[in-house]
T-cell receptor, first 112, second 117 residues
Framework: LAKTTQPISMDSYEGQEVNITCSHNNIATNDYITWYQQFPSQGPRFIIQGYKTKVTNEVASLFIPADRKSSTLSLPRVSLSDTAVYYCLVGERGGGADGLTFGKGTHLIIQP | GAVVSQHPSRVICKSGTSVKIECRSLDFQATTMFWYRQFPKKSLMLMATSNEGSKATYEQGVEKDKFLINHASLTLSTLTVTSAHPEDSSFYIC?????????????FGPGTRLTVL
């Protein structure tokens, strides 16, 4: 499984756009990039998944450069409720036959 | 769709007792379920993979005799922490994956907080 590196923590303010970058230099050809969000004492929630270029859904966008060695999760106009830990995972779509390997994640703190 | 529930949401027990945690996929059939453990301010750690009708596969360092997993149906997996001790206190989270879910994604339950006194 490709190892991922992301900032331990980030701060921002309500209404701002937040970009969290994840490095995954050893990503394999059939690997996807998936982001999860976790609030305290809750299970992770799937946010977005992509393979290349750009993916957008109702909550976020995911930007993946051509070399796929990194990816950026973009959260538009964050609110206080976006304070959470965000995990970047790289691997076969859905984790393949195996469970998911979570890194340390990025603790995002949104201030008023 | 793709909702996963866990029961109980929290449990407090005395040292030496056994605790059973249920994980259910409510609106899909889960051929595979996973169990994770998360200590305070730490990331999720995969404990075991549970396939319906077969024995669970445990990660290195996880005692299979202590953490009994039963995946008796396509919608239910149970984790039993046997003879629990204070060091087993943790947040236990299951995830489920069905064969026909879009993207073959895993969907997580809300977690169970276990406190062993």
């Amino acid at each position: 499984l490709a190892k991922t590196t992301q900032p331990i923590s980030m701060d921002s303010y309500e209404g701002q756009e937040v970009n969290i970058t994840c490095s995954h230099n050893n990503i394999a050809t059939n690997d996807y990039i998936t982001w999860y969000q976790q609030f305290p004492s809750q299970g992770p929630r799937f946010i977005i998944q992509g393979y290349k270029t750009k993916v957008t859904n109702e909550v976020a966008s995911l930007f993946i450069p051509a070399d796929r060695k990194s990816s950026t999760l973009s959260l538009p106009r964050v609110s206080l409720s976006d304070t959470a830990v965000y995990y970047c995972l790289v691997g076969e779509r859905g984790g393949g036959a195996d469970g998911l390997t979570f890194g340390k994640g990025t603790h995002l703190i949104i201030q008023p | 769709g793709a909702v996963v529930s866990q029961h109980p949401s929290r449990v407090i027990c005395k040292s030496g007792t056994s605790v059973k945690i249920e994980c259910r996929s409510l609106d899909f059939q889960a051929t595979t379920m996973f169990w994770y453990r998360q200590f305070p301010k730490k990331s999720l750690m995969l404990m075991a993979t549970s396939n319906e009708g077969s024995k669970a596969t445990y990660e290195q360092g996880v005692e299979k005799d202590k953490f009994l997993i039963n995946h008796a149906s396509l919608t239910l997996s149970t984790l039993t922490v046997t003879s629990a001790h204070p060091e087993d206190s943790s947040f236990y989270i299951c995830s489920a994956r069905g064969p026909f879910l879009a993207g073959n994604e895993q969907f997580f339950g809300p977690g169970t907080r276990l406190t062993v006194l």
